[in-house]
C-alpha cells in the first residue's frame, strides 16, 4: 500500500517562499507521474502541476513561473518550490500519485495560508 505524507506547510507572508515535500512510502514511485494539487473550502480540488517518471512537468497558468515541481527518485520524494506567494494560493495542498493517465495516491494534505 502506498502512503504519501505532505510536509512544509505553514504561515507565511504574501512574497515569501516555502517548499513542500511528500514523501513516499510502501513502494517506489520512480515509474509514476507525481503531481501537485490544492483546495480551497467549497472548491473543487485545483491541479498545480505534474511531473512524469522522465522528469516532464507541466503547469497551470495560475502557478508557472512561480511555482517548481522536483522529484528525488531515490529518496522517493516529491517538492513543490513556492515563490512569491500570493493570499491567493491559500489553501491545502496535496501531493499524487499516479499512472496511465489517473491519480491513484493522495496525501492528506498541508494548510498553506499566505497573509497580505
Known amino acids: 500500500q502506498v502512503q504519501l505524507v505532505e510536509f512544509g506547510g505553514g504561515l507565511v507572508q504574501a512574497g515569501d517562499s516555502l517548499r513542500l515535500s511528500c514523501e513516499a512510502s510502501g513502494r517506489t514511485l520512480s515509474r509514476y507521474a507525481m503531481g501537485w494539487f490544492r483546495q480551497t473550502p467549497g472548491k473543487e480540488r485545483e491541479f498545480l502541476t505534474q511531473?512524469?517518471?522522465?522528469?516532464?512537468?507541466v503547469y497551470s497558468s495560475a502557478v508557472k513561473g512561480r511555482f517548481t515541481i522536483s522529484r528525488d527518485n531515490a529518496m522517493n520524494k516529491l517538492y513543490l518550490q513556492m515563490n512569491s506567494l500570493k493570499p491567493a494560493d491559500t489553501a491545502v495542498y496535496y501531493c499524487?500519485?499516479?499512472?496511465?493517465?489517473?491519480?491513484?495516491?493522495w496525501g492528506q494534505g498541508t494548510q498553506v495560508t499566505v497573509s497580505s
Open positions: 499524487a500519485a499516479g499512472v496511465f493517465g489517473s491519480w491513484d495516491y
Open positions: 511531473i512524469n517518471a522522465s522528469g516532464g512537468t
